[in-house]
């Protein structure tokens, strides 16, 4: 595919330097900033235009996206100096990637939209696998005719992208899927850890109930990561801790009880206060066996 619309992307981090990866070999002209400068250099070589601040991204690109840590983040990549805001031009699209706060995304589409600047939450599911193979889980929160426009781009990005309602929904969409995922991540080290004390070969039991009731994603990709003694991230711990914040955040806002997400909150936290900040979000299961006393691989 070849096309004159050209991309912006801004957080060149573990997924999205694939995302914007995927984008260019799409065919879209691509500008790139990251305040690392490996992610950047990387894919100049492989054809994409480095650009030096935020603004500079925006005033070369018609689809701006950010795929950035936290609320902060985005806000002063988009609002701050040398931010999205002051490059952007009427007609461009601000497309955000990262998981942050409705409140905080309604806002940054409120100011843009004083500059004609139309805006799309759009945060994504399927972990570093997901971004790197451009099969990710994308949900959109935004004027429908944005959506339209920049469909092609989420294309190259993912395999399903719905639109879920105005500027906000699609990270209430998010937060939505990170109170699932933490309570799959958790209640598999629960069941692999419970099986292991109780005298049961935890593999085995994977092997037993992933074919019925109990089957998803997480037992289908995690346990062989977990037995190999593998704990290194596809999403971090404390990316998924940061998540469950904003879960517990927007929950306190609207009066909405959350109980198990309350816990596997702490739990998370927890791993955070063990200096498994780093670890994927399934090693909560090292939490889990400081608890029982036991280890899954001993």
Sequence with gaps: MTTTLTVGYIGLGLMGKSMARNICKAGFPLVVHNRSRAAVDELV???????????????????????????????????????????????????????????????????????????????????????????????????????????????????????????????????????????????????????????????????????????????DVKPPRLFSGNREPGFKAYMQAKDLAIVMETARQYGIPLPSAAVDAQLYNAMLEMEMAGSDNSAVIGVLEALAGVRLLD
């Design 45 to 219: 070589a492989e054809g994409a235009k480095a650009a030096y601040t935020p603004a500079e991204v925006a005033a070369q690109s018609d689809f701006i996206f950010t795929n950035l840590p936290d609320s902060p983040d985005v806000y002063q990549v988009v609002l701050g100096v040398n931010g999205i805001i002051e490059g952007a031009h009427p007609g461009s699209i601000f497309v955000d990637n990262s998981t942050i706060k409705p409140a905080v995304t309604r806002e940054i589409a409120r100011a843009l939209a004083e500059k004609n600047v139309l805006s799309l939450d759009a945060p994504v599911s399927g972990g570093d696998i997901g971004a790197r193979n451009a099969t990710l889980t994308i949900m959109v929160g935004g004027p429908a005719e944005a959506l339209e426009r920049v469909m092609p781009v989420f294309q190259a990005m993912g395999k399903s992208i719905t639109h879920v309602g105005d500027a906000g929904a699609g990270q209430i969409a998010k937060a939505a899927n990170q109170i699932m995922v933490a309570a799959q991540m958790v209640a598999m080290g629960e069941l692999l850890i419970f099986a292991k004390k109780a005298g049961a070969d935890p593999q085995k039991v994977i092997e037993a109930i992933r074919g019925g009731a109990a089957q998803c994603w997480t037992l």
